[in-house]
């Protein structure tokens, strides 16, 4: 099993910043595979970034440039950085485990963190 907790929602004005943190915990080795989703009111859960199973980072096409994950394996975090947010960046954001045993995984998510932006 594997815990999540976010942190760093908040309500902040267009253009300002914020820095989500994503803190696991339980049957974890690594931040790889760890990622955010989020999902904004009567839209569907949507990737925003991830550190792949791999190490490297991946971005959603239309996010790119003013998202960037980053993490701690020490700490076994994982940060989101999002600069020059939108009103359109309102959603609550997720942070996501992947962890695969052989050909399978099981997808971990946390209670998510809502992030609001107003104009």
């Known amino acids: 099993q594997v815990q999540l907790v976010e942190s760093g929602g908040g309500l902040v004005q267009a253009g300002g910043s914020l820095k989500l943190s994503c803190t696991a915990s339980g049957n974890i080795f690594s931040i790889n595979g760890m990622g955010w989703y989020r999902q904004a009111p009567g839209k569907q859960r949507e990737l925003v970034a991830a550190?792949?199973?791999?190490?490297?980072?991946n971005y959603a096409d239309s996010l790119k440039g003013r998202f960037t994950i980053s993490g701690d394996n020490a700490k076994n975090t994982v940060y989101l950085q999002i600069n020059g947010l939108k009103p359109e960046d309102t959603a609550v954001y997720y942070c996501?485990?992947?962890?695969?045993?052989?050909?399978?995984?099981?997808?971990?998510w946390g209670q998510g963190t809502q992030v609001t932006v107003s104009s």
């Open positions: 996501n485990k992947r962890s695969w045993y052989g050909s399978r995984f099981n997808d971990y």
């Open positions: 550190i792949t199973s791999g190490g490297t980072t």
